[in-house]
Every structure is written in C-alpha cells, then in structure tokens.
C-alpha cells in the first residue's frame, strides 16, 4: 500500500471509529463504544504508517 492509500484509509477508520464511539456514548452501550476506540487507534497507525513511508520515499 501507498503512502497515500494508508493516509485515507486512516482518516477513513479515525471518522468511522470517533462515530461508534460517540453513538456508544449516546447510547449506553459499551461494546459500540470500545469498538469505536479500536477502530480510531486503528486509523492512527495506519495514518502513521503512510507517514512513515512518505518519510522514506515509499520504499517500506
């Protein structure tokens, strides 16, 4: 995957995970809720990941 790819995907599992962890709260429900987390600190790494290989030229 592309540096670019990798940055997309990230914002992309950051927004979906932000919108179950907010309707877990709305909700009461604790599972939506860690889901949520899981899914933001997902995005986060793969943001870092196209990060990193915008760093080193995408040779990773």
Same mark, same amino acid.
């Given at each position: !995957? +592309?540096? @670019?790819?990798?940055?997309?995907? +990230?914002?992309? *599992? $950051?927004?979906?995970?932000? /919108? $179950?962890? /907010?309707?877990?709260? !709305?909700?009461? *429900?604790? $599972?939506?809720?860690?889901?949520?987390? &899981?899914? $933001?600190?997902?995005? /986060?790494?793969? *943001? @870092? %990941?196209? %990060? &990193?290989? %915008?760093?080193? +030229?995408?040779? &990773?």
């Amino acid at each position: !995957m +592309g540096e @670019l790819t990798d940055k997309a995907k +990230g914002a992309a *599992n $950051k927004a979906a995970g932000a /919108a $179950k962890d /907010a309707v877990g709260k !709305m909700t009461d *429900n604790k $599972k939506l809720q860690a889901e949520g987390k &899981v899914q $933001k600190a997902k995005g /986060a790494a793969q *943001n @870092l %990941s196209g %990060s &990193v290989k %915008s760093a080193l +030229g995408d040779k &990773v």
